[in-house]
T-cell receptor
């Protein structure tokens, strides 16, 4: 398996524009996580899914952020409208059965909002 | 999930063992200790985890004290490629699977 695949690797956008980040989890994994990393706040869990269903979105910073998982092999994180403070590296991770197992992370998407 | 405390930074000479401590004094009986690391510009990478027994794999060893209030990650022969931020995470082995990251320890392996 190629691991968790995220796209794009880098995204530069202007303030106010819509941004969509994409993630393909490892085949067979039933948990998917979205994290955000900044220098100030470190790695923050935004939302996670189990069997395509959002379980906990308490980490989503505000209504401008939304995440979907239409099927077991694809998830999106959307920011609309984007703001400069959204600039960060966004990581997607997946795991199998969640508890007691390891999570595999993608390479991340570096988002810059100007 | 229990909170963990790690030193912000450590140095280690190449070829020597790196011992990274973690305090988790409020750990509960059903909580595991996990270690991940993040090499610059990459996603976090799983290293090892344990409940109460010491664990060893091809990457590292995990030593958990008998009272489970602290643990040590040991990289037996550190290389320059082991320079990274190391995260100690305590979480319940439940079906949630979510990991809450602290600030971690930045390990600098020096030649």
């Amino acid at each position: 398996d190629a691991g968790v695949i995220q796209s794009p690797r880098h995204e530069v956008t202007e303030m106010g524009q819509e941004v969509t980040l994409r993630c393909k989890p490892i085949s067979g994994h039933d948990y998917l996580f979205w994290y955000r990393q900044t220098m100030m706040r470190g790695l923050e869990l935004l939302i996670y899914f189990n069997n395509n269903v959002p379980i906990d979105d308490s980490g989503m910073p505000e209504d401008r952020f939304s995440a979907k998982m239409p099927n077991a092999s694809f998830s999106t994180l959307k920011i609309q409208p984007s703001e400069p403070r959204d600039s960060a590296v966004y990581f997607c991770a997946s795991s199998f059965r969640g508890g007691g197992t390891e999570a595999f992370f993608g390479q991340g998407t570096r988002l810059t909002v100007v | 999930d229990a909170k963990t405390t790690q030193p912000p930074s450590m140095d280690c000479a190449e070829g020597r063992a790196a011992n990274l401590p973690c305090n988790h004094s409020t750990i509960s009986g059903n909580e595991y200790v996990y270690w991940y690391r993040q090499i610059h510009s990459q996603g976090p990478q799983y290293i090892i985890h344990g409940l109460k027994n010491n664990e060893t794999n091809e990457m590292a060893s995990l030593i958990i004290t008998e009272d489970r209030k602290s643990s040590t990650l040991i990289l037996p022969h550190a290389t320059l490629r082991d320079t990274a931020v190391y995260y100690c995470i305590v979480r319940v082995s439940s079906n949630t699977g979510k990991l809450i990251f602290g600030q971690g320890t930045t390990l600098q392996v020096k030649p």
